[in-house]
């Protein structure tokens, strides 16, 4: 049981160049989430999803698009990367609330990326 | 919209002592859930313990208790017995019962001293 992963690790990125996130869960969540964390600032909510083939939007969903085409695995790309989107991204999963069961997310390891 | 806060950016507890963290938030619903997550050098976000606004009794794990006052809308985490392997980014978290998204806190980012 891997729980949440992420890939890559880390990436650097030239301005304007596109890249995905992948994030993958064993856990059969309902929920995946995508957040950015910054100094200072926490996590900030990306772009969630609250089951297969829905997304929707989170605090911060400028700049990036998601896709949640299969129940274990959750996108997150960067079609024309800019300094501002320079973060460590967290992948997370947890149960649905009408599921009863604990909600509680599950993080990944993070994605740190770097962008020239 | 509902708001975590975290007013100590740093703090520090000497090893085998006692340290509180605060949080408060800002909601007006009466019935939602309350985290503390520990994030460690190595980044991976942990959840330390997790509060039900509509219980009363205090949650614990081992040496983590909180001290959730509902009415001042305050959450902190007490650490007892602090291991030199507390030291990470502390954050506080809120949830609305029905709602799909987290609000997270600042951080607070702990220092053990041997």
């Known amino acids: 049981n891997a729980g949440v992963t992420q890939t890559p690790k880390f990436r650097v990125l030239k301005t304007g160049q596109s890249m995905t996130l992948l994030c993958a869960q064993d856990m059969n969540h309902e929920y995946m989430y995508w957040y950015r964390q910054d100094p200072g600032m926490g996590l900030r909510l990306i772009h969630y999803?609250?089951?297969?083939?829905?997304?929707a939007k989170g605090e911060v969903p400028d700049g990036y698009n998601v896709s949640r085409l299969k129940k274990q695995n959750f996108l997150l790309g960067l079609e024309s990367a800019a300094p501002s989107q320079t973060s460590v991204y967290f992948c997370?999963?947890?149960?649905?609330?009408?599921?009863?069961?604990?909600?509680?997310?599950?993080f990944g390891p993070g994605t740190r990326l770097l962008v020239l | 919209a509902q708001t975590v806060t975290q007013s100590q950016p740093e703090m520090s507890v000497q090893e085998a002592e006692t340290v509180t963290l605060s949080c408060t938030y800002d909601t007006s619903e009466s019935d939602y859930y309350l985290f503390w997550y520990k994030q460690p050098p190595s980044r991976q976000m942990i959840l330390v313990i997790r509060?039900?606004?509509?219980?009363?009794q205090n949650a614990t794990e081992n040496r983590f208790s909180v001290n959730f006052q509902k009415a001042a809308k305050s959450f902190s985490l007490k650490i007892s017995d602090s291991q030199l392997g507390d030291a990470a980014m502390y954050f506080c978290?809120?949830?609305?019962?029905?709602?799909?998204?987290?609000?997270f806190g600042p951080g607070t980012s702990l220092s053990v001293i041997p």
């Open positions: 997370a999963s947890s149960y649905s609330i009408s599921s009863g069961r604990q909600e509680t997310q599950y």
């Open positions: 978290a809120y949830r609305k019962t029905s709602y799909d998204k987290v609000i």
């Open positions: 999803s609250v089951g297969e083939g829905t997304t």
């Open positions: 509060q039900e606004a509509y219980k009363q």
